[in-house]
């Protein structure tokens, strides 16, 4: 019997399902505008107007259901159920205007006990493929049984919502129904917001189940040891999970079971500006036929791409599935992390390059999802600008952080793991005094926590912070490990890290009442004069 879409109402007469990737390859060259192919095999896409993911559009539907569970703010923004089935109706109708429309039939989360089957339908093929890249996809037997799915996207790529109808604040509109069980696109193309909406759904649905879902990398050894390493954009954790000596278990998405952690995703979604063989080797092979480069400028007679060109956006990326990375583990799935790595760059320079940290402080700190950005320096201001990001992923947490935290902590007394804070920012000095910490030192630190070289080594408590800073590191010069002890001016020192306190105790205070007084009291703490 031929696939269809009627139970949604939709009566298109080309239906292409997980579709083979020339095939893919064929209809985008042939029919979407602003395709190519690179000199090396990848396909060259355009994204349209939105080059990037648009979250004040994101909605989410409040219903009786979820409602009670859902940290309502500026990040999930409400929507009615109307409204909802009228961005439904009106995605619905744009797909029944196309002559052709894709269907993507994949799993999300390499564990079977915990995936979900997901339903795409959109009209562009570089969709098609990024979702064949993104997701797990399943084997021939498997796509005859898959049956009904769990979640389905309807992408209406560039059909606009209207922003007459109510609580649409623009032509753009990302709308998840948990009763539903469905996500509504609609007047973007970008891709990501297809990957980053089944995120959300994992991130509501696993901890119901004792899940902790984790917007993180992570690698195993080969002893079977397992490391996450979370952190903010520029903080290396692209490039410090991808290590020769670890096998990669995926580098954005994961979730931590009662056995272990798996991969929620089948491909991965990385970062192309400045792209080179020489600093990211990994990402660099993996850019082949059937990856997808997203937005990236090229030369019209060779097609070779300037990853370094950002005319049309800085946020160009390359999309490909996982086992184009050599060094990888699959399926998908480990054992219980045995460290949990807190990557920061701290462009205040008074974060120690490693720390070791209690539960509570463990949980503190993923709440903060702290980093520190170098400022713009028009006019000679060169202050750093703090950033933080709940759970290093706030804009895809559905609950309230501390429910997040709650568990890392959990997790982190049951299974015995170690938290750790390692920097890599600044020493001597915040940025333009000091200088950035070598990319050969962090690797010896993330080499000593994984082969246990901290065990039994003095440690040295940080004041203010409470962090246990360990008094010698192999391959790593002792007297930057205190970053007290790499500033010239001690004043500004405490000056300096009496600020970062401050920042971070202004930003704790919007989650205070929901958090255990266990963690509020892991905070940083002003030294009385």
């Not at 192919?37 to 060259?44: E, K, N, P």
């Not at 990385?270 to 990211?280: G, V, Y």
């Not at 008094?471 to 002890?485: D, F, G, H, Q, Y």
């Amino acid at each position: 019997m031929p696939f269809n879409l009627e139970k949604y109402l939709i009566n298109t007469s080309e239906i292409y399902r997980n579709c083979s990737v020339p095939e893919l390859y064929e209809i985008a060259l042939r029919l979407e505008k602003g395709t190519a192919i690179s000199d090396v095999g990848a396909l060259l896409v355009y994204s349209g107007e939105k080059t990037g993911r648009s979250p004040k559009d994101k909605r989410v539907v409040k219903a009786p259901e979820s409602e009670q569970n859902i940290d309502w703010g500026d990040i999930n923004i409400a929507l009615d159920e109307h409204t909802f089935m009228i961005n439904r109706e009106r995605a619905i109708d744009y797909l029944n205007s196309r002559e052709r429309v894709f269907v993507v039939d994949a799993f999300a989360g390499w564990d079977p006990k915990y995936r979900l089957k997901v339903r795409v339908i959109c009209t562009r093929a570089y969709h098609a493929l990024f979702m064949q890249n993104m997701l797990i996809m399943p084997s021939q037997e498997e796509l005859a049984d898959f049956g009904e799915p769990d979640y389905t996207i309807f992408n209406g790529g560039s059909f606009p919502a209207n922003r007459y109808t109510s609580q649409m604040t623009s032509t753009t509109s990302v709308d998840v129904s948990l009763e539903e069980k469905e996500i509504v696109i609609l007047g973007t193309e970008y891709a990501g917001e297809m990957k980053k909406g089944i995120f959300s759904v994992m991130n509501y649905l696993m901890p119901l189940q004792d899940v902790l879902p984790m917007h993180c990398s992570a690698n195993v050894g080969e002893a079977g040891d397992v490391s996450v390493l979370f952190g903010l954009s520029g903080t290396g954790k692209t490039t410090l999970s991808a290590d020769p000596k670890r096998k990669l278990i995926g580098d954005d998405e994961h979730c931590w079971t009662d056995t272990g952690v798996f991969n929620i995703e089948g491909g991965c979604y990385a970062k192309a500006i400045d792209l080179s063989a020489e600093n990211e080797p990994d990402i660099f092979n993996a850019i082949r036929f059937g990856t997808i480069l997203e937005n990236v400028v090229y030369d019209d007679l060779t097609r070779e791409v300037d990853y370094s060109n950002t005319s049309i956006t800085q946020n160009t990326r390359a999309s490909y599935p996982i086992h184009f990375i050599d060094n990888i583990q699959k399926p998908c799935v480990a054992g219980i992390p045995k460290n949990i790595i807190f990557l920061t760059c701290d462009a205040f320079g008074v974060l120690p390059p490693v720390s070791l940290l209690t539960p509570e402080q463990a949980s503190y700190h993923f709440i903060s999802g702290y980093t520190a950005k170098v400022a713009g320096t028009e006019m000679g201001v060169k202050e750093p600008q703090a950033t933080f990001s709940a759970c290093f992923g706030a804009a895809f947490m559905m609950w309230h952080p501390n429910k997040y935290a709650e568990l890392l902590g959990q997790k982190i007394r049951t299974s015995g793991a170690k938290a750790w804070l390692v920097n890599t920012g600044w020493t001597g000095g915040p940025y333009g005094v000091g200088n950035r910490i070598k990319l050969k030192y962090t690797r010896a630190i993330i080499d000593a926590i994984h082969h246990g070289s901290f065990e039994g080594v003095d440690m040295l408590t940080e004041r203010q912070f409470g962090l246990q800073i360990p008094a010698t590191c192999p391959a790593v010069p002792s007297e930057i490990l205190n970053p007290k002890n790499t500033w010239e001016d001690k004043q500004a020192y405490d000056e300096t890290m009496d600020k970062l306190v401050g920042l971070f105790q202004a930003n704790f205070k919007q989650f205070q009442a929901m958090v255990n007084p266990d963690i509020i009291e892991a905070g940083p703490v002003l030294e009385t004069a």
